[in-house]
């Protein structure tokens, strides 16, 4: 057996290993010893990846009892280069669960059905045929499940998550399911290879692409199928909330990279438009909500909605160009989308396992309540601060690469050598390079309020100002996602020349190394060097830092409780701002999009209609589409099933009656 074939027996004995430990250790032992497994799996998945990344074929051929074929694995350049990053966030977020799993959280149900989850995400690219796809599929979606209704016995809202999220996968497979079917259906085989001889300009094509879109979108948290996410992710275990926002997401990317990439790689325009539209609704509806949210895990979810939703306006765009033939801003899109992904499961990874440390040092996550962490939790501070800034897409991070390979692609898209490509791609690219805009400049907003609210400043309760730095095992893989992080934005030639790769071989980028570790894409003229950002920046804050500590030191600050010390001494923690009243502007600026609720009571000193004792104000702002779209169908079909209880009335006279009707229209049928 070759290193592909060896990784994927290894990760398969890995997972019934860490099934087994969950299943029968003791408590004391359960979670150190399945959570080392769930973290080796994770390694081994690395392993399996880096090889097919490189070029080694091999597969694994699993026998069925069932009369169909049998199951096999065999993962291309694409699917190791996902497996590599899903595997990544599998092994961190089992280390963090190490700590943080307390109570049900740590149950023999809760680690067994990590390593269920964690396979099946691992194993998803390594499908080569639409059962096997399918089957991982269902078994990556029940494991997270079963791990999100880990505290349904102390909270009530878990099994409201949990049914939300039942029904948005369900959906999610029956789109895909239908899909692939019509594929099936066009080629009469199951296998890749044959789906793929389906003419792009067909109309089972086109039908399947509507349906794998909408599968793969809701999975990957795209507007309007994202409902699930401000419910499900805040509500989940924090080393679960990681792995579904930094890897189980990515599925759904990987999905659509089969469909647009390897499926049906010559799609026509409209497929082009249809995403960048899908993909710029999702990157502003998300980072809007994120902008207002004031509980972190809240926050966090819509900003992986905005950040999907980028990825996808890069697979959008690159679509489009091709059908245009402007291959080099075409593939530029493209390597910029993987970037993206690869990107955004470091950074918010880190971030998710951030909150999880804030949570469990504080037990709250509402930002109004926080502050002051960042002298009580250094370690968490400066991991998250730096996950913060890849968020915000700030040079030397690798979200700034990713942007910035996507800014270009996009602002070279609708001329290439001269000539205008299209009117669509003149008027969708400058759209995009707008929406990119957008969601930069209120992302760097989103996220200065999360770390500034949350860590800087004086607490804003006790259980803030107790708290205390959570343990090494919970440290190490904060600090080892923070790193890959700056890591990945100080080198981005060496992974954008490993992401181009994986896109062959139909599809062949010319993406370069430059310099120490810089990037260069020819067929567009794009330079990246950050060793050249690193070199200014040290030029300029060198001789700042000098001079501010030698200003300290010629002048010592002194704390002066006088009343014309300018009331620094005297600071409140109720004289800061809050999340809520940092985004109050926002809030009223984008009204008409968030249509936030107030409710405001003021209670006045006895009987005085002057003198006011108090005023409580209460704002909410809900997720529009869930309350104009979903609530409207929800409560319709609420109403057809009282309409339709009445049915059952138990009279054994009408139910024959209705045997006799279905008889009857049975018949009518077949002799039509």
């Not at 399947?208 to 999975?219: D, E, P, S």
């Amino acid at each position: 057996m070759n290193a592909v074939q060896s990784g994927l027996v290894v990760q398969a004995l890995l997972a019934l290993a860490a099934v087994a430990t969950g299943l029968l250790l003791p408590i004391a032992w359960r979670s150190r010893v399945t959570g080392a497994l769930c973290a080796l799996l994770g390694v081994a998945g690395i392993v399996t990846g880096a090889a097919a990344l490189g070029g080694t074929t091999g597969a694994l051929t699993i026998p069925l009892a069932l009369p169909i074929d049998p199951l096999v694995l065999s993962p291309d350049r694409l699917g190791g280069l996902f497996m590599i990053v899903v595997s990544a966030v599998g092994a961190l977020v089992s280390l963090f669960g190490i700590g943080s799993a307390r109570g049900a959280e740590a149950s023999r149900t809760s680690w067994a059905a990590m390593a269920v989850f964690l396979c099946g995400m691992q194993l998803v690219p390594a499908a080569t045929d639409v059962v096997s796809f399918l089957l991982l599929w269902e078994i990556m979606t029940l494991g997270s499940t079963v791990l999100l209704l880990a505290d349904h016995a102390t909270r009530s809202t878990v099994f409201s998550a949990a049914i939300w999220y039942s029904a948005m996968s369900q959906l999610s497979f029956f789109f895909v399911l239908a899909g692939f079917g019509v594929l099936v259906a066009a080629t009469g085989g199951t296998g890749f290879q044959t789906l793929a001889t389906v003419p792009a300009d067909s109309w089972p094509a086109n039908l399947a692409f509507v349906l794998l879109l909408l599968g793969f979108g809701g999975k990957a948290e795209l507007v309007p199928l994202h409902v699930w996410v401000p419910r499900v992710l805040p509500e989940a275990p924090s080393h679960v909330a990681a792995a579904m926002s930094g890897a189980m997401v990515k599925i759904g990317v990987y999905g659509a990279l089969l469909v647009c990439v390897r499926l049906l790689p010559s799609g026509p325009p409209w497929w082009g438009v249809l995403i960048l539209v899908l993909g710029g609704v999702s990157a502003v509806y998300g980072i809007l909500q994120a902008s207002v949210a004031s509980d972190l895990k809240v926050l966090l979810a819509y900003s992986t909605t905005e950040n999907m939703g980028l990825v996808f306006l890069g697979l959008g765009a690159s679509v489009l160009l091709r059908s245009y033939h402007a291959t080099a801003a075409a593939d530029a899109a493209l390597v910029a989308a993987l970037l993206l992904m690869v990107s955004h499961a470091a950074f918010k990874t880190t971030l998710f396992l951030g909150a999880g440390a804030v949570h469990h040092a504080t037990g709250e996550l509402n930002l109004d309540r926080l502050g002051g962490l960042g002298k009580r939790m250094p370690w968490t501070a400066g991991t998250f601060g730096l996950a913060s800034l890849g968020a915000a897409s700030l040079p030397i991070t690798s979200g700034f690469v990713a942007e910035w390979m996507l800014l270009q692609s996009l602002i070279h898209g609708a001329r290439l050598d001269g000539e205008v490509v299209s009117v669509a791609a003149s008027i969708a690219m400058p759209l995009a390079v707008a929406v990119l805009a957008l969601t930069a400049g209120l992302a760097l907003l989103t996220f200065v309020k999360a770390y500034g609210i949350a860590f800087l400043a004086r607490p804003r309760s006790r259980k803030a100002s107790i708290a205390r730095e959570v343990p090494w095992v919970m440290r190490v893989p904060l600090v080892l996602g923070a790193l890959a992080v700056v890591g990945l934005g100080l080198v981005p030639g060496p992974l954008a020349a490993g992401v181009a790769a994986a896109v062959g071989p139909g599809i062949v980028p010319d993406v370069h190394t430059v310099g120490l570790a810089g990037v260069s894409f020819a067929g567009i003229d794009a330079v990246l060097d950050p060793s050249t950002l690193v070199i200014l920046a040290g030029l300029v804050l060198v001789p700042i830092l000098v001079i501010v500590a030698l200003g300290a030191r010629r002048h010592p600050t002194r704390v002066d409780p006088l009343p014309w010390a300018g009331g620094g001494s005297r600071l409140r923690p109720r004289m800061q701002y809050t999340a809520t009243s940092y985004a109050e502007p926002l809030v009223r600026v984008f009204d008409d999009v968030l249509r936030p609720s107030r409710d405001v009571e003021v209670t006045h000193v006895g009987e005085s209609r002057y003198l006011v004792e108090k005023v409580h104000v209460e704002q909410t702002v809900s997720d529009v589409i869930e309350t104009r779209l979903y609530r409207p169908v929800l409560n319709a079909a609420q109403r057809f099933g009282l309409v339709a209880r009445r049915a059952q009335d138990g009279s054994i006279h009408r139910y024959l009656g209705y045997s006799f009707a279905a008889l009857l229209i049975v018949l009518i049928a077949v002799s039509l």
